[in-house]
């Protein structure tokens, strides 16, 4: 295929169609008139040999095609919207833009927040969206990292892209306040007898793998896809849950539970903000690199809690 030979603001129609589903409503939203977004709806038709758009009864469907390129167009779009939104200078005082940042609610509650707070103060035309981050992310990482500003995940997840290293933590158990089978320290005996509270997702991938070579297989009594609902659902119960020391700090006084040591040297935990080699030299993206970098070193300067 000779991409020269394409018209990009095909994209844009294509884009709008298959999320449409109508040629009309697809020409308002992109400022054509119909007769002009069905001429786009033609081409396209040609040059992918298939009707993307078929109807059923009064309406339209997409085809098996038109539904495998409505996630890969809006992927594609997102790409060269940040590619030609590309700077050679950027005064964050000045520019009015957003960031989208992939990140667990565990990465937003530590460090998002902090980042947002001093975004405020110096950049007070600049957006931060938090974006969970999704299960595909280990299968995927090129598509997810080309279509957004920057990805918050610990060391031992992904590899291949440039990082910035952020902030430092360790990882520890909490249980609730009142745990009648835990007098203030844990046993590997215990982490083998006591239920489970589970992230369900991978990020944690390495702490679960040591978890394994040490020949402890958790018995997970309830799995949820946040970090911050650990505690909760670990208060007033014999449970345990294996959470990030930061997070603990902020989130035990809250929540009726108490931070215990590992009974074992716990794999440490090293966040960093991956990016798309495309946003290397841009400089919006440098600037925002920079000042993510200087909100983790002031994570740093106050090391991760001990065991309460």
């Known amino acids: 295929m000779n991409l020269a030979r394409l018209d990009l603001n095909l994209v844009v129609a294509l884009r709008a ?3 449409e589903r109508n040629v009309t409503r697809a020409g308002q939203r992109v400022g054509l008139s119909q007769p002009a977004m069905s001429a786009a709806l033609s081409r396209l038709r040609r040059h992918f040999d298939d009707d993307l758009l078929a109807r059923v009864g009064g309406h339209y469907e997409l085809t098996a095609l038109g539904q495998v390129l409505l996630d890969r167009t809006s992927t594609a779009y997102d790409v060269l919207e940040r590619l030609f939104a590309s700077q050679a200078d950027f005064d964050p005082a000045r520019e009015s833009r957003e960031f989208k940042l992939i990140a667990s609610d565990y990465a937003v509650c530590v460090f998002g927040a902090e980042l947002a707070r001093v975004v ?10 938090f974006a969970q981050t999704p299960t595909t992310v280990v299968d995927d990482t090129a598509t997810l990292l080309s279509a957004t500003d920057g990805l918050l ?12 290293d952020l ?5 520890v158990f909490v249980v609730a306040d009142d745990h009648p089978g835990v007098d203030g320290r844990l046993t590997r005996q215990d982490l083998a007898r006591l ?3 589970t992230y369900q997702r991978t990020y944690d991938a390495p702490a679960v793998r040591q978890l394994g070579m040490l020949g ?15 505690p909760l659902m670990v208060a007033g119960t014999r449970r345990i849950a294996l959470v ?3 997070l603990a700090r902020l989130l035990a006084p809250l929540s009726a539970v108490r931070v215990v040591e590992p ?4 794999v440490p935990l090293r966040e960093a903000l991956w990016w798309h080699p495309v946003h290397t030299h841009d400089a919006a993206h440098i600037w925002l690199r920079e000042t993510a970098a200087r909100v983790g070193r002031r994570l740093g300067d106050a090391p991760a809690p001990g065991a309460g």
């Open 17 to 19: 169609l298959l999320e």
């Open 120 to 129: 405020h103060e110096e950049a007070p035309g600049i957006r931060l969206r």
């Open 153 to 164: 995940m610990p060391h031992g997840v992904i590899s291949d892209f440039p990082a910035t």
């Open 167 to 171: 902030y430092d933590d360790r990882w």
């Open 195 to 197: 239920p489970w509270v």
């Open 216 to 230: 402890i297989e958790p018995r997970v009594e309830v799995s949820v896809d946040s970090f911050q609902l650990l």
């Open 244 to 246: 990030q020391a930061r």
């Open 263 to 266: 009974p074992y040297e716990a």
